[in-house]
Each structure stands twice: as C-alpha cells, then as structure tokens.
C-alpha cells in the first residue's frame, strides 16, 4: 500500500474554476512537497510544507499535520495549469503520490 | 540552466536487449535517483546512490542495475529489456537527505518492443 495517497486521479475543469487536489499520507513526516510536471515529463518543486498554509501566485497549499492531510488549491484555473501534481513525503528516499492529471479547458 | 540532464528523451529498444540510460548532474550532489513512472502508480524509486560506487536497491530494482563511477554521472541498466520494462525513466539528484536541493532530468520515456 502507498504511503501517499492523492485524489482525484484526474480533474478536468473549466478556465476560471477552482481546484483542489487532496493528499493523505500514512506515516509522520516533517515536509511535504508539491510537484507539479507538464507534458514532456520535467519536475519542478512548487511547495514543501511543514505546516499551515503557503501561496504563490494562485496556488495555494495547506496541510493538518494531525490529520496527516494536505490540499493544493488552484485559484482562477487557466489551461497552462494542465499537468500533473504530485504530493510527496519527505523521508531520505521520498514517497510519491500516483498524481492527479489536472486539464483546464478554455 | 540544465542542472540534471539525461541522454535521450525517447528510446525504442528490442525485447532481450541490454539498455543503458545515462544522467548527469552538474550541482556536486552527493545522492542521486532513478525512478520509474507508471500510470496510476506514480514515481517508483528502482535504485539510488549517494556516493561514488555505492548503490542501494529502491522499492523495484528487479531487472536493473545500476553504475556510479564519477560523481555526476549514475547509470541505468536494463539487463535484458522485456515490455513491462516500457515507461518513463526520471533521474533525479539532491544533496543531504530529503529534499535539500532536489532536482529531477527531464525523463527518458522508453519502449520496449
């Protein structure tokens, strides 16, 4: 079993919805990531959390460390938004998320 | 700005064949990292190593090996390819544990036929 669970596996929204992908996990941790990777297959880090909440820009992500729960708001989805976000944990190896596919149409 | 690079972006390979995939970092990072990617399973770690010739076996590493000679640069070796070997490849490299600078190539997707 993953230790890393998201949901949904894939989103499709319309431009200008707001979006939320969920992550729950099953081990304590001390950090958890945001991923996002567009077609082509880069990954960047958008976030690593502890606690609370962070913004940049219009992502927002929030984690319950007491809840082992974690959430990646996309505020005012435009389609350069489409790509896969990953929620990771962050032991020495890290553990993944399956990823949710996220599509913004026009 | 490229900081960790793989060689080939799409690879087409025979069933049977021996399949080298290459990365290179230029950020003197100790540890580095390849994984697979698979619909609906996500990144699966199938080695890392985090020094000079020293290996470790991540969650998957049946049918792989692996090489570190230089610091920079780690292999990936497909012993004999087989289709279920058919995926993305991601190296990715960081410097202590966790997270501490860590950056991933731009993926090798690679079909076994």
């Known amino acids: 079993k993953n230790e890393v669970e998201q949901s949904p596996q894939n989103l499709t929204a319309q431009e200008g919805e707001f979006i939320t992908i969920n992550c729950s996990y099953s081990?304590?941790?001390?950090?958890l990531h945001w991923l996002q990777q567009h077609p082509g297959g880069g990954i960047v880090s958008l976030f690593m959390?502890?606690?609370g909440k962070k913004k940049h820009g219009r992502l927002i992500a929030t984690i319950n460390i007491q809840e082992k729960h974690s959430s990646l708001h996309i505020t005012a989805s435009h389609p350069r938004d489409s790509a896969v976000y990953i929620c990771?944990?962050?032991?020495?190896?890290?553990?993944f998320g399956a990823g949710t596919t996220v599509t913004v149409r026009a | 700005d490229v900081k960790v690079t793989q060689s080939s972006r799409y690879l087409v390979k025979r069933t049977g064949e021996k399949v080298f995939l290459e990365c290179v970092q230029d950020?003197?990072?100790?540890?580095m990292f390849w994984y697979r990617q698979d619909p609906g399973l996500g990144l699966r770690l199938i080695y890392f190593?985090?020094?000079?010739?020293?290996?470790e076996k991540g969650d998957i590493p049946e049918g792989y090996s692996v090489s570190r000679e230089k610091k920079e640069r780690f292999s990936l070796i497909l012993e004999s390819a087989s289709t279920n070997q058919t995926s993305m490849y991601l190296c990715?490299?960081?410097?202590?544990?966790?997270?501490?600078?860590?950056?991933f190539g731009s993926g090798t997707r690679l079909t076994i036929v």
């Open positions: 990715a490299s960081s410097e202590g544990q966790g997270w501490d600078g860590y950056t």
């Open positions: 081990v304590g941790i001390s950090a």
């Open positions: 959390l502890s606690s």
């Open positions: 990771a944990h962050n032991d020495y190896k890290l553990s």
């Open positions: 950020m003197d990072h100790e540890n």
């Open positions: 190593s985090y020094d000079v010739k020293m290996k």
